[in-house]
């Protein structure tokens, strides 16, 4: 089977979620607009899974997820602090702008994509005069999008800023489940037992074939959010093929196992490759992501043999994402090409 590193969204869908998919079809006519039987016994699982009285929304996608929930804690005067490298900033084409009729992004910045007290304390308090967009929310992505991960300590701690200054906590979890499973905690404790208010908690990369789970652990902040989902296009009719796999998912916790095997083979990756000559990772290895800088040459080399993964952060920089069903096949084939193209016979022939 051709596997790549490029993202975990290159893979296909786990069996336990086509499995409902295929059952969501078989169960005849159901109600449209999320009044199905499937989307309601999500719903409750969901509830279940956090321990707590959340409501629940589905979308299409991560950015629909992100600049939805965002549009919601936010008047357009208002601004969002995230870290640089977020997905809201660097890879939503303006969305979460766009939808919240044009709250600003505030900036971050720090080493290891990773947001800390200071900085927000930074963001908020550099400002207060009416010229300025007031800080209203702050925006964790969990994992983050340089495979690092917040520990439960450095949630609480964020929060506890963002409760002080009166901002609410927005928690981007495109790989929500890889961070957990790096955790090794119960879902609740880095959600909202450590004070976020709304998680966008991704299945595609988990296994899905579509469909983000938009959560809120604060009633009040979903009202109308059922409203803002369908004039933003994001209501599906037939809501249950989006939230019946999400069963697949929540049975038996295959998000997890799904989550720790993607997990397990960034390890492995990270361990075969990083002693190899002119490789350096570029961030501790925390979820399903190695980041390495590779000379040039070794680049094309990769790419000349097919392989496919992105370099979107900085020069050289490469992101080798593991899936849940990457293979430790792959990972070998990968690192054994690697190797060949740094040793020293490739050396000796450039
Ligand atoms: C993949 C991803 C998303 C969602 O992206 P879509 O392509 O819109 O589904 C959001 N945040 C992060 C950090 C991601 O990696």
């Not at 720090?110 to 929310?137: F, N």
């Not at 902040?221 to 069963?247: H, T």
């Amino acid at each position: 089977m051709k596997q790549h590193f490029a993202s975990d969204n290159y893979a296909g869908l786990c069996p336990e979620a086509l499995h409902y998919f295929l059952e969501a079809n078989a169960s005849g006519h159901e109600p449209a607009y999320g009044d199905d039987y499937w989307t309601g016994e999500v719903c409750e699982r969901l509830r279940d899974l956090f321990q707590t009285d959340c409501q629940v929304f589905f979308v299409f996608n991560g950015t629909a997820a992100n600049s939805l929930a965002l549009a919601s804690l936010c008047q357009s005067y208002h601004s969002v602090i995230c870290h640089e490298l977020a997905h809201i900033e660097t890879d939503e084409c303006g969305g979460p702008e766009f939808f919240s009729n044009g709250s600003k992004l505030l900036i971050g910045r720090s080493p290891d994509g990773k947001l800390t007290p200071d900085i927000v304390e930074a963001l908020v308090t550099r400002r207060t005069d009416l010229h300025y967009p007031r800080p209203r929310v702050v925006s964790l992505t969990q994992s983050t999008e340089v495979g690092t991960v917040y520990t439960v300590e450095e949630v609480r701690a964020i929060a506890a800023i963002a409760k002080r200054r009166h901002l609410r906590v927005h928690m981007d979890g495109a790989r929500f489940a890889n961070a957990v499973a790096a955790l090794n905690v119960h879902p609740s404790e880095i959600t909202w037992r450590a004070g976020v208010d709304v998680l966008c908690f991704g299945g595609t990369k988990n296994g899905l074939p579509v469909g983000e789970a938009v959560v809120f652990f604060d009633e009040a902040m979903a009202e109308d959010f059922a409203w803002r989902v369908k004039q933003a296009g994001q209501l599906a009719s037939k809501m249950r093929f989006i939230s019946a796999p999400w069963l697949g998912l929540l049975n038996n916790d295959v998000w997890l196992k799904n989550a720790r095997h993607a997990n397990a083979m960034a390890s492995l990756l990270h361990e075969r490759i990083r002693e190899l000559p002119g490789v350096r990772i570029m961030f501790p290895p925390q979820a399903n992501a190695v980041f390495a800088e590779l000379p040039a040459p070794v680049i094309r080399g990769l790419h000349n043999k097919g392989w496919k993964f992105y370099q979107f952060i900085g020069e050289g920089g490469c992101r080798l994402m593991c899936a849940w069903d990457t293979q430790p096949e792959t990972v070998e084939a990968f690192a054994r090409d690697l190797a060949e193209l740094t040793g020293p016979a490739s050396v000796a022939s450039a």
